[in-house]
């Protein structure tokens, strides 16, 4: 009993990050229709430049966490205008592997930068693992739990009260109205990107922090597919509660199955949820249904 | 003087072999095909081999992806289901190397339906994410399914062989793969001009209004998965057997990619254009190993710049072509023999 209660405080835990990048996705997806594939990319990006900005120049973490931001906009505007401004209107196909190539240019390039070697973050968070009387959280997963919190509830009062998350809202809803209401439709573009791209950097550091880093560590940006298409793609609600889901059951069959095939089945659990989800009811729990007429 | 090319009837206008001087072309190439191989060294038929089992699968996605619409991001599963089968059949049952690829191609064609059925609810977007999920989940299973495929360890293939006839260097291999290409592409060209082949272009412009007109969406979505997954295993079957070797490695999600990356280079929706893309896709990491040959010899210890660089390269050159030429290189290559057929007065 005791073991099931810890994989489910862990499951929790890391399913607050996993709701945090899958915030990424749908931030971008609703206001601009776009699957970002390259999310996992741009999280290497950012635990890359926090890492560099902590090691060499020897900044304090909150100086570092902020550079990492700031880049993040930069990656986002250049991303948005440079990429995707000229495949609007274009064909799903278009625009899917337009972000898969531009993850596969990101990947070469902080290879050609960093090197591929693998890499421990250096330590920016008390050590001490948290100690629930039931359950003990280690100090990197509760560390980015609370970052992983605080960076989604910015994200949603942002999203909910300010003028510019009302804009934001008001595009996903109908472009044309929003544009005739004069909001800039292209400055809400760019900035889904930028919020899109800040909130994969905060979940890169986070989970740099946990594993270390490499070039690899984008390979977390498919799992969290699952997350998004069990929470439905425009839900940003979904996106949390399916973090939290897809996490424990992550963890449950890191417990239950594994032992019985020798391993591995954790890292495929979420694809085969997907895949369920797809076939079971394709826009997840909270999602918009799309109807199609003639 | 040529100065248009004018049909009068369907028949004539959907003829594989427009002209005369089409004809002759590609009679010409097919001669160069085969005097190739007396010509070549062994490097540049390892290259043609190689090129030879991009241009089947390339051609398979192309008829699922450019043709029908049904974007696949686990090519390199059903390459690797076609790789498995026939590695499988031949060292566990015993069958000839000639069996096994049909075998292969089945096999794969059946895994291909089975991930085409999300395709009947979903599209789009969701069909993507779902077939990407299919390329993880059979990656597990090629690595965890021990007691079939060995694991991490792969399984060991031996040469094919006709009666006394083995085929062991890239250049006896070649005429296999030569064998297969030809035969792959003029099915490939045919079937674009059938029935079938008409309906899987009203699939891809608008399902629904296909669907009105008659086209059984259940048929010929999933015969479209069917037929590009039996060409996924074929040339998965007839690439392992040719390295001799094969272990889950060889079927990364960065394989799907490259082979949607040859069809979009290439141009969607047109048979040459898998052909050019994977021709051009091949080449160009190799061309790139010449490159960096070149800098090892001037400029020592900067060649480990070109590891990384061939990824930002092939990034660069999907979104590149997505952005600026996103009907591919058939496109180009239709705009380069305009311009001859009516220079130089192109008014």
């Not at chain 1, 999203?159 to 004069?182: C, H, I, W």
């Not at chain 1, 940003?236 to 239950?256: D, K, P």
Request: proline share 4%; hydrophobic share 55%; charged share 10%.
């Amino acid at each position: 009993m005791d073991i099931l209660l810890q994989i489910i405080v862990t499951g929790l835990a890391t399913g607050g990050l996993y709701g945090l990048i899958a915030l990424g996705f749908v931030l971008i997806y609703k206001a601009t229709s776009v699957l970002n594939l390259a999310m996992g990319e741009f999280m290497t990006l950012g635990a890359f430049v926090c890492f560099t900005a902590l090691t060499q120049i020897k900044a304090p973490f909150y100086l570092a966490l902020m550079l990492t931001l700031a880049s993040a906009v930069v990656l986002g505007i250049i991303v948005e205008r440079l990429i995707l401004r000229p495949l609007i209107g274009e064909p799903v196909i278009s625009v899917i592997m337009v972000t898969i190539g531009l993850g596969v240019i990101l990947r070469g390039l902080i290879y050609m930068i960093w090197t591929p070697s693998f890499r421990n973050f250096p330590q920016i968070f008390p050590p001490e693992p948290l100690n629930l009387n039931f359950a003990v959280v280690p100090s990197g997963l509760w560390w980015g739990f609370v970052f992983a919190i605080i960076g989604t509830t910015i994200f949603l009062l942002i999203f909910k009260f300010s003028r510019t998350g009302v804009a934001m809202r008001a595009t996903a809803n109908d472009q044309q109205a929003a544009l005739s209401m004069g909001i800039s439709v292209r400055w809400v573009f760019a900035l889904a990107w930028c919020f899109g791209a800040m909130a994969s950097v905060i979940g890169g550091i986070v989970i740099g922090n946990i594993s270390g880093i490499s070039v690899y560590m984008g390979d977390i940006g498919l799992k969290v597919l699952a997350v998004i298409i069990l929470g439905g793609l425009d839900s940003i609600g979904g996106a949390i509660l399916g973090g939290f889901i897809i996490a424990i059951l992550e963890n449950l069959t890191g417990l239950y199955i594994d032992p019985l095939i020798g391993g591995g089945a954790k890292d495929v659990a979420p694809f085969l949820i997907l895949v369920l989800i797809i076939m079971i009811r394709p826009y997840g729990l909270f999602g918009k249904e799309i109807i199609e007429r003639v | 003087m040529r100065c248009g090319d004018f049909k009068e009837t369907y028949i004539k206008d959907e003829e594989i072999f427009q002209s005369l001087f089409v004809k002759f072309c590609l009679g010409m190439f097919l001669l160069f095909l085969l005097v190739f191989p007396f010509a070549a060294d062994a490097y540049m038929l390892y290259i043609a081999n190689m090129i030879g089992f991009a241009v089947i699968g390339a051609v398979g996605l192309n008829l699922l992806t450019g043709f029908t619409g049904q974007i696949s991001l686990g090519h390199a599963a059903f390459v690797g289901v076609g790789a498995y089968t026939s590695a499988i059949l031949v060292t566990r049952l015993g069958f000839s190397f000639w069996l096994s690829i049909p075998f292969a191609g089945l096999v794969a064609a059946l895994a291909g339906m089975i991930i085409g059925i999300p395709s009947l609810r979903v599209k789009g977007l969701y069909l993507c994410i779902a077939t990407l999920a299919a390329q993880f989940i059979f990656e597990f299973i090629f690595i965890h399914w021990e007691s079939m495929t060995k694991g991490i360890t792969g399984i060991n293939i031996p040469h094919p062989r006709i009666g006394s006839l083995e085929f062991i260097t890239e250049k006896e291999f070649y005429w296999i793969t030569l064998f297969f290409v030809v035969l792959g592409v003029g099915y490939a060209r045919n079937l674009v001009r059938s029935r079938m082949g008409r309906a899987f272009v009203a699939i891809r412009d608008r399902d629904l209004s296909a669907e009105i007109i008659g086209i059984n969406l259940f048929r010929y979505k999933l015969s479209a998965f069917a037929i590009s997954s039996f060409y996924a295993g074929v040339a998965g079957a007839l690439w392992v057997t040719f390295l001799k070797v094969v272990t889950p490695d060889h079927f990364p999600f960065i394989l799907s990619i490259q082979y949607l990356a040859m069809i979009i280079v290439g141009g969607l929706g047109s048979v040459l254009g898998s052909i050019f893309g994977a021709v051009f896709i091949t080449l160009t990491p190799e061309l790139l190993n010449y490159l960096s040959e070149i800098v090892k010899m001037y400029a020592l210890g900067h060649e480990e710049i070109f590891v990384p660089m061939k990824e930002v390269i092939f990034g660069l050159l999907i979104v590149l072509f997505l952005i600026f030429e996103p009907r591919g290189l058939a496109e180009i290559w239709n705009r380069f023999k305009n311009f001859f057929r009516l220079w130089p007065f192109s008014y």
